[in-house]
Nanobody, 126 residues
């Protein structure tokens, strides 16, 4: 099994910055894709940003409304991905969920599954 633990988030004024961290633990063989989704009250959950590992390097994908303001990076040694959010706007207010597509080891062999973090609140308000 795999666990995702999120940290970061909180309250920030418009134009400010926050960073989110997502750490994966367990019998991990590889993290194929890891990123963040967010869900604001009354709205559907939407992709914010993700980073996919490939044979020729990483590929990043950002929602149009955060591109240029948010960056995503990795710390392989800790199976961690970091979301740096700059230029935050009130419309960025939401619960942010870490999401990971992970290949892991079990006593029955290799398995692959998608996991979610517990969610962390980001509030942008003056």
């Amino acid at each position: 099994q795999v666990q995702l633990v999120e940290s970061g988030g909180g309250l920030v004024q418009p134009g400010g910055s926050l960073s989110l961290s997502c750490a994966a633990s367990g019998s991990i063989i590889s993290i194929n894709t890891m990123g963040w989704f967010r869900q604001a009250p009354g709205k559907q959950r939407e992709l914010v940003a993700e980073i996919t590992s490939g044979t020729s390097g990483d590929t990043t994908n950002f929602a149009d409304n955060v591109r240029g303001r948010f960056t995503i990076s990795r710390d392989n040694a800790k199976n961690t991905r970091l979301l740096q959010m700059n230029g935050l706007k009130p419309e960025d207010t939401a619960v942010y969920y870490c999401n990971a597509d992970v290949t892991y080891d079990t006593s029955f062999g290799r398995r692959r599954a998608v996991y979610w973090g517990q969610g962390t609140q980001v509030t942008v308000s003056s």
